[in-house]
């Protein structure tokens, strides 16, 4: 019989930037990923993308559902029906409420990944009610979003098709890492836009920039702050902007003057002149941007440095205008998973047991109870939940309450589409915190680290498999179709399946009443009085036509109705409602070198993808990115192995001299653990190379106002060693 090929449009999840590519389909199996046949998008896809039937089709993927039998940890199963492993969770899970609270359940996902949750997570836990939601987002453009809500009430996009300015902190796009904003790059250089890059490293969109200025890392908010300097004494800003939309200028320049270009310089390491000029090019140009970026997420100073890119965006009157940031609002013709999350539902008295309220409230519903009313003015819903990450839990505060009951016990975890283990500070303190769990339920699609340590691993269903709409999660509104191509393995679940049927067993019924994911997607496109498969017949991709300076009717949506330079939100709980520069814990004679860890490996996202052999071959070690002097001072060759210790723990990993490296700077990759070592390692390597092993989660490393700990700059200190065998006896896994 001949084969049977079929083409589907997908929306690519193996990284978080959602290319949209075709899946072709042979005989009921994903056969080939191909880029878009519309020329607009047919550039945006990498060899990740290409090697998804690789991953869906791999032999290791979970497809039936497991209980554990062994010891946590040990990595032994039996395997169950779904049906059953669903009635057991939920017996469990009401038995840890009726003893400790639903505040005892936390939940730990990423949502980029598993896609089709359409919060259906936050809908069962505000129902059951339990505030104790973290995902990686509060690492990553989660908290971006709820920081940016702070200064303007919403979280903008650049317009790259118009710009003429692009400012990168750090932020390095490559053909294989985040292609759409590469790509976007490229053009907008192409028509003669200015790049100006800030990086410790000779980064690859450093390579190209008009401007490069190589900061010490961990230093972004000074640089901000004096910029602003730059901008404000030469009356480079706004002024009718200002005068009219802004709130706490005095002030702002009152704090500024405390950062001349003298003190920058010295913070930074970068000379006066290029402080100035690059501050002079960005407040300039006819519409400039600072994209998003994940290196001002994961700094001490990350609230001011965030806060301050807002600002620069506002005074330079780059808001809501042709080639500077959209504030788009959401779609009105798709629910947003704002409102599909019901967060109306949660008590007062539940929302301020959220962990992390307290100290560091940011992004928890303490600040967004702040925002509630003018988000319902200006956006038309109280529950601006961008990028899922603005009525968030602080991880390390869940993890110390894991594993210390402090200040009440958590018992609880469910996982879903996260390496929970290895994604965020202090490794240590999480494995403790997961040891210490009556019940943990994985939903995965491969056996991580994570998925060894729980009770039932539940098999997930991949994009190929699944029918959904994208939304950007209201970051953006553009609406993009994904078919599903094939079908799931039989014992699989989609996320909305597992929370639905969670929910079903545990009283909630009547709040799910949608039977499949086209039932939830027909919902949500009710408003436009579109079912999914007229979306599916009709278009790809939908945006609402761009609309600019859309406060001059409606205000800003922050309590003042302006731009807050001033924070009141801040001042509200605490703060300091104006930006400043925090110094994090910097190098010394102990540990005398400032390690970040990042740089993305092309050929993995994150801690996944270790065990895809045509990914892996491309990149079979971590690799420690050293300065050729550095690595002469401590006696090393290409290719070395070292040990990389901070105070708080030590891995392994090999050693590249690269003269783009700044000096006295080492670079950790994220995420490293090694499948092939599965049987023979405890947890599969987890704490031989992972980043989060060295992370700290103390006071001194976290950001007052978010509580999101230092990952760029905190001191380390290297050693030589010799290659680790982790397929042989196991290899000392340095605990704390
Ligand atoms: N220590 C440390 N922590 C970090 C970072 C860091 O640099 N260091 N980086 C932060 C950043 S920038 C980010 S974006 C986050 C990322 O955090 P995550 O988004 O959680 O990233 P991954 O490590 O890729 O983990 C995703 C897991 O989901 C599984 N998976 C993939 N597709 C599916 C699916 O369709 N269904 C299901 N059920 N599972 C699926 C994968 O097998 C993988 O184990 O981590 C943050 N945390
Ligand atoms: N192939 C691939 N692509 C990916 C991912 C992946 O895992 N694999 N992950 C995706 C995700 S979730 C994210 S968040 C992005 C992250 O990707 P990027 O935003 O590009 O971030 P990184 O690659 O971590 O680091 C970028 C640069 O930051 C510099 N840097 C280090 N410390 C500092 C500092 O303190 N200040 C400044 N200004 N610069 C500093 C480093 O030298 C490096 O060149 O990549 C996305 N793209
Ligand atoms: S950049 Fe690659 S992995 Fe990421 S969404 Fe696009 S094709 Fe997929
Ligand atoms: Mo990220």
């Excluded at 002024?239 to 913070?267: D, H, S, T």
């Excluded at 990350?302 to 940031?325: K, M, P, Q, Y």
Aim: net charge negative; with cysteine.
């Amino acid at each position: 019989m001949a084969a049977k090929t079929e083409t589907k449009y997908s929306v690519c999840t193996i990284c978080d930037i959602g290319c949209q590519l075709r899946t072709e389909a042979t005989n009921g199996k994903v056969s080939r990923v191909i880029a878009h046949d519309s020329p607009m998008l047919a550039k945006n896809i990498c060899y990740k993308g290409t090697a998804a039937p690789h991953i869906h089709n791999h032999a290791d993927r979970l497809r039936v559902p497991l209980k554990r039998v062994g010891e946590r940890g040990a990595d032994s199963w039996q395997e169950i029906s779904y049906e059953q492993a669903m009635d057991e969770i939920a017996e469990r899970l009401q038995r840890v409420v009726d003893q400790y609270g639903p505040e005892a359940l936390a939940v730990s996902t990423s949502g980029w990944n598993t896609q089709t949750t359409h919060s259906m997570d936050r809908r069962f836990m505000n129902l059951l009610g339990s505030p104790n939601w973290i995902s990686g987002v509060a690492l990553c453009a989660g908290n971006t979003a709820a920081v940016n809500r702070l200064t303007y009430g919403w979280f903008p996009q650049p317009d790259f098709a118009n710009t003429q300015c692009i400012v990168l902190f750090g932020h390095n796009p490559r053909k294989h890492s985040w292609t759409p904003i590469y790509n976007a790059i490229r053009s907008a250089k192409a028509r003669g836009a200015k790049v100006i890059v800030l990086d410790p490293r000779v980064s690859d969109q450093a390579e190209g920039a008009d401007l490069h200025l190589r900061l010490r890392a961990g230093t972004d908010a000074a640089m901000c702050l004096g910029w602003l300097k730059v901008i404000i004494d030469e009356g480079l800003y706004n002024k009718a902007f200002v005068k009219k939309w802004c709130v706490g200028f005095e002030q702002l320049r009152e704090r500024v003057n405390e950062y001349p270009l003298e003190r920058v310089a010295e913070i930074t390491g970068v000379e006066q002149k290029l402080i100035a000029d690059a501050a002079r090019m960005y407040a300039k140009a006819d519409g400039a941007v600072i994209p998003w970026t994940p290196i001002t997420d994961q700094q001490v100073s990350s609230t001011s440095a965030i806060r301050l890119h807002s600002i620069l965006r506002a005074i330079t009157g780059n808001l809501d205008v042709v080639g500077g940031e959209i504030l788009g609002g959401f779609n009105p013709g798709y629910i947003p998973e704002s409102e599909l999350g019901l967060h109306e539902q949660l008590s007062d008295s539940q929302k301020a047991k959220q962990l992390g309220y307290d100290d560091h409230p940011a992004f928890t519903y303490r600040a967004a109870e702040k925002l509630k009313e003018a988000t319902e003015r200006v956006w038309g819903f109280p529950y601006a939940d961008l990028v899922m990450g603005c009525q968030m839990a602080n991880p390390t505060n869940v993890f110390r309450a894991m594993s210390s009951g402090d200040p009440y016990p958590v018992k609880a975890l469910i996982t879903l589409g996260n390496n929970t283990l290895l994604s965020y500070a202090n490794q240590h303190q999480i494995l403790q915190g997961l040891m210490n769990q009556e019940l943990i339920v994985a939903h995965e699609i491969f056996m991580t680290p994570t998925a060894m340590l729980a009770d039932y691993v539940l098999p997930g269903d991949v994009f190929t498999e699944r029918n959904h709409i994208a939304d950007g999660w209201s970051w953006g509104n553009r609406l993009t179709l994904s078919q599903k191509a094939v079908e799931p393995p039989p014992q699989a679940s989609s996320t909305f399946q597992f929370w639905t049927d969670l929910a079903h067993r545990m009283g909630f019924a009547e709040y799910f009443p949608w039977n499949s994911i086209e039932d939830i997607l027909d919902h949500r496109l009710s408003r436009s009085g579109r079912s999914f498969a007229d979306f599916a017949a009709a278009t790809f991709m939908e945006s609402p036509p761009p609309k600019f300076r859309k406060y001059r009717s409606r205000g800003f949506a922050t309590p003042s109705g302006k731009v807050e330079l001033y924070s009141s939100v801040l001042e509200d709980m605490g703060f300091d409602p104006l930006p400043y520069y925090r110094e994090g814990p910097t190098p010394n004679a102990e540990y005398p070198y400032a390690v970040f860890t990042g740089v993305r490996e092309d050929p993995f996202f994150q801690t996944g993808q270790r065990n895809i052999e045509v990914l892996r071959a491309r990149c079979p070690t971590p690799k420690l990115f050293l300065h050729p002097t550095d690595a002469q001072r401590e006696a090393l060759q290409e290719d070395d192995w070292v040990i990389l210790e901070s105070a708080t723990g030590k891995v392994t990993a090999q050693v590249s001299i690269q003269s783009s490296m700044k000096e006295g700077h080492i670079r950790v990759p994220h995420g490293w653990w090694y499948p092939e070592s599965r049987g023979q390692q405890s947890l599969a390597g987890a704490f031989i190379s992972s980043d989060a092993v060295l992370c700290s989660d103390e006071d001194a490393h976290l950001d007052h106002e978010q509580g999101v700990p230092h990952f760029k700059g905190f001191p380390g200190r290297i050693v030589k060693t010799t290659q680790p065998d982790i397929t042989g006896p196991a290899v000392q896994s340095h605990p704390a």
